[in-house]
């Protein structure tokens, strides 16, 4: 089983930066791909990013592409989330996910996803 503890979260005003990290932890698998996902108060879980864990190669969602920045540090087995110029939009409990397999096209929908971390949550003011 993988254990995915998300931190990092927290109040910051809007155009401030904030950075997620995502430790991974149990059963590990040699070929998966990370992301992460946040969810607004009475929306649906949505798509922010995600890498390939062996490539480094990324995939953001057109909301938070060229603010955002997901990376990993294969020693800490971390994965990262760099948020610059933050806006109440924002604003979301922030999760990190891991997809068992690796290949083809950077999985983006919830189900692809099979292990999922607790939340953190990020509050922008204006």
């Known amino acids: 089983q993988v254990q995915l503890v998300e931190s990092g979260g927290g109040l910051v005003q809007a155009g401030d930066s904030l950075r997620l990290s995502c430790v991974v932890s149990?059963?590990?698998?040699?070929?998966?791909?990370m992301g992460w996902f946040r969810q607004a108060p009475g929306k649906e879980r949505e798509f922010a990013a995600t890498i390939r864990w062996t490539t480094g190669s990324t995939y953001y969602a057109d909301s938070v592409k060229g603010r955002f920045t997901i990376s990993r540090d294969n020693a800490k087995n971390t994965m990262y989330l760099q948020m610059n110029s933050l806006n109440p939009e924002d604003t979301a409990v922030y999760y990190c996910?891991?997809?068992?397999?690796?290949?083809?096209?950077?999985?983006?929908?919830?189900?692809?996803?099979?292990?999922w971390g607790q939340g953190t949550q990020v509050t922008v003011s204006s």
């Open positions: 149990g059963r590990t698998f040699s070929n998966y791909d």
């Open positions: 996910a891991a997809a068992r397999s690796a290949y083809g096209s950077l999985p983006q929908r919830v189900s692809q996803f099979q292990y």
